[in-house]
């Protein structure tokens, strides 16, 4: 198995070329030619979370929730801003493995990615934005949790909205999440101006919102399925989609 002092390049790249030598790029998982089962097992989905160093708070309450299908979503509270427990910004995105499967990469529509290796099931250790680790005496640590730890993300996102048949979805530009949408709070606003927008009946078109990603009993069958709440519906472009010619991935170049 390769070690960690392999090099992570995360980096924005443009499917036309790369910009360095570095250029086996792994989008959704491992190289081509990887022995998966060198992998370490994580069992997704499963809740990580601990208190990692902050400069200007008393430290920053990380939660993450990973999915099976790539998807995490993620919760920072920057303890000792604003009032109450902290200031908090929730987030969702898409992790894939480095290219020798010892790192964890989340890419995030604003920041630069996370990036954290792998020691065993239970623990994954924050590196830093060039994937090396942290020399410090501060712990970098995020455990897993015994279960699954649910929290409902309130974020700004961008995707595609498609109604038929009196229903809602939403499809998330990064992470790739597909959401019925909830028939409340400004769902009101999203129809009507979908309705207005659409040359054909069923056409997606990409829009930007503020929501909340909530657990709620299926309307078909039983148990329960994550749906969209619609906060505020922030814009609307009619004949634009989501930019599939830019991919945030993670490069794994050995030294």
């Known amino acids: 198995m390769k070690s960690l002092a392999a090099l992570v390049c995360v980096s924005v790249v443009v499917l036309d070329g790369c910009s360095s030598g570095c250029c ?4 959704d998982g491992p190289a081509i030619g990887y022995d998966l089962s060198q992998r370490v097992s ?54 894939n493995f480095t290219d020798d499967a010892q790192s964890l990469v989340l890419n995030t ?28 005496a501060v712990n970098y640590t995020i455990a897993r949790h015994e279960k699954m730890t649910w929290f409902e993300p309130q974020v700004r996102m961008h995707g595609m909205y498609t109604y038929m048949a009196d229903a809602g979805r939403f499809s998330e530009c990064l992470s790739r999440l597909d959401l019925p949408v909830a028939q409340e709070a400004d769902n009101v606003a999203l129809e009507r101006q979908y309705s207005f927008a659409r040359s054909t009946p069923g056409e997606a078109i990409l829009v930007s919102i503020e929501g909340r990603i909530v657990n709620r009993p299926k309307m078909d069958g039983t148990g329960k399925e994550q749906v969209l709440v619609v906060d505020k519906l922030l814009n609307l472009w009619a004949g634009e989609t989501c930019r599939p010619e830019v991919k945030v991935a993670s490069r794994s170049c050995v030294r």
């Open 42 to 95: 994580l069992d997704f989905p499963a809740t990580y979370s601990g208190t990692l160093p902050c400069a200007d708070c008393d430290g920053i309450r990380y939660t993450v929730n990973f999915w099976s299908d790539q998807v995490f979503f993620r919760r920072m509270t920057y303890l000792g801003k604003g009032e109450g427990e902290g200031v908090t910004v929730d987030d969702v995105g898409r992790w």
């Open 109 to 136: 529509k604003d920041e630069t990615p996370d990036i954290f290796a792998i020691e065993g099931r239970d623990l994954l250790k924050k590196l830093d934005m060039n994937g090396q680790a942290i020399e410090s």
């Open 24 to 27: 086996n790029v792994a989008v």
